[in-house]
C-alpha cells in the first residue's frame, strides 16, 4: 500500500522480485494484478504512477549454470533470495537510506519469525554498495513486468576500511566465476581468539558442509574457544525427506571428536508434530513451526556477518545472496553487533 501511495504522488518505484520459487506464485500473482491495474488506470486518466516492476525467471539461472540436476532428473534452479531496498532522498543520486537482512517483507517475516533486518539512515557506504547490487539484478538479470521500466546506472563501488562490507554472490569476478561469500565466511572465522574466543552462529538452513566442517576443525584445533550454533527446528531431522539436514551429522562429529567446546541448540516449539495424511506418518509440519530465519554468525562477540544467505550450497552456487559484514572494533558498528549477540538468548531446547 505505502509503495502505491507513494508512486501516486510521483515518487519513483523500481522492484524487482524472484520469480522462481513456486511457492511465491500465488503471492506474486496477486501482487502484479494490482500493479498492473493501478498502472493501467494511471495511463487512462493521464497522470503519474511511478511504479516500476521486473521478475527474475528461471532463464537467467539457466544462462549461467545457477543450476543442479536431482538423481531423479528433477532440476533444481537458483533463486534471487536477497531481500534489501534503498532509498534516494529527493535530488540526490546516492541512496542514504535503507535495509538489509534475513526478513522478507511478509506478514510472517514481521510479526512470527525469528528474524533480523538492519535499517540504516545517512550510510551513503552502504547504499552505494547496494545500489551496486540493485543496479546488477535490474539490468543484467530482471524480464520487465510494467511497460514504463528504465535502465538503472551502475556504478561499481569500492570499500574503505571502516565501512560495512556487504558480498553479493551475484557479482562476476571473471567469465566463469562469481565472488564467494563461504570463503569469506571462514576466512572470518579464522579470526577467532584462540585463547578465549567465541563463535556463535544462528542459522536456518544449515547444509553448507565446508562451512561445517571448518566449524568442527577450528573446535578441534582450537580446544580454549567457544563455538555455539542455534538452528532452526527443522534442521534437527536426517530421515530420508531431510538427506541435506546437517545438524545431526555436526551432532555425531562432535561427539565422536569428544569436542567440548562445541553445541548445537534448536529452537523448539512442540506442537509442530502433526498427523501428515500424504506421507501416513507424524511428523514436523513446517508452515507450523515458527522458523528462526537468521543467517548469522558473531565471532569474539564483535565481529559479524548476516544477510540473506543460507549456510547451503544452493546459497552459495544457485541462489543470488548477500551478507553484510560488520567489526565491532569500529564504534559506528558496534550497536548492530550488541544487539545481535541477544540472539543467543531465544527459546531453544539443547540436543
Request: proline share 3%.
Amino acid at each position: 500500500d505505502a509503495l502505491i501511495d507513494a508512486a501516486r504522488r510521483g515518487v519513483k518505484i523500481k522492484l524487482v522480485m524472484d520469480a522462481i520459487a513456486d511457492w511465491t506464485q500465488e503471492i506474486r500473482s496477486e501482487f502484479k494484478t494490482r500493479i498492473l491495474s493501478e498502472y493501467e488506470l494511471a495511463k487512462k486518466e493521464n497522470r503519474p504512477f511511478e511504479f516500476q516492476f521486473k521478475e527474475i525467471y528461471a532463464q537467467a539461472m539457466i544462462d549461467r549454470g545457477r543450476m543442479r540436476k536431482t538423481n531423479d532428473g528433477t532440476t533444481i534452479y537458483g533463486t534471487m533470495h536477497e531481500k534489501f531496498g534503498s532509498i534516494y532522498p529527493k535530488g540526490c543520486s546516492i541512496p542514504l537510506h535503507g535495509f538489509c537482512g534475513s526478513a522478507n517483507i511478509s506478514w510472517s517475516a514481521s510479526h512470527v519469525f525469528a528474524e533480523n533486518r538492519v535499517i540504516f539512515k545517512n550510510e551513503p557506504s552502504m547504499g552505494r554498495q547496494l545500489a551496486e547490487e540493485f543496479s546488477r539484478l535490474w539490468n543484467e538479470f530482471g524480464t520487465p513486468v510494467t511497460d514504463n521500466c528504465q535502465s538503472e546506472n551502475f556504478l561499481p563501488v569500492q570499500t574503505n576500511l571502516g565501512e560495512v562490507q556487504i558480498l553479493s554472490n551475484s557479482k562476476p569476478l571473471d567469465e566463469e566465476n562469481f565472488q564467494r561469500i563461504d570463503e569469506a565466511l571462514m576466512k572470518m572465522m579464522e579470526s577467532v581468539d584462540r585463547q578465549s574466543g567465541t563463535i556463535d552462529v544462528a542459522m536456518f538452513s544449515f547444509t553448507h558442509l565446508g562451512l561445517i566442517n571448518k566449524l568442527l576443525e577450528l573446535a578441534e584445533r582450537c580446544p580454549q574457544i567457544k563455538v555455539r550454533i542455534l538452528m532452526d527446528q527443522t534442521q534437527l531431522e536426517d530421515d530420508e525427506n531431510h538427506q541435506g539436514v546437517l545438524g545431526p551429522y555436526m551432532e555425531r562429529q562432535a561427539r565422536f571428536k569428544d569436542l567440548k567446546n562445541f553445541e548445537i541448540r534448536y529452537k523448539w516449539r512442540s506442537n509442530t508434530y502433526a498427523w501428515d495424511p500424504e506421507a501416513n506418518r507424524c511428523q514436523l509440519i513446517h508452515w507450523r513451526n515458527l522458523l528462526l530465519h537468521h543467517k548469522c554468525m558473531i565471532v569474539n562477540r564483535k565481529r559479524m556477518g548476516l544477510g540473506s544467505y543460507n549456510w547451503s550450497e544452493s546459497g552459495e552456487f544457485r541462489n543470488f545472496e548477500n551478507v553484510m559484514f560488520f567489526n565491532g572494533d569500529i564504534p559506528t558498528h558496534k550497536n548492530v553487533d550488541r544487539k545481535s549477540t541477544r540472539l543467543n538468548s531465544s527459546h531453544v531446547s539443547q540436543s
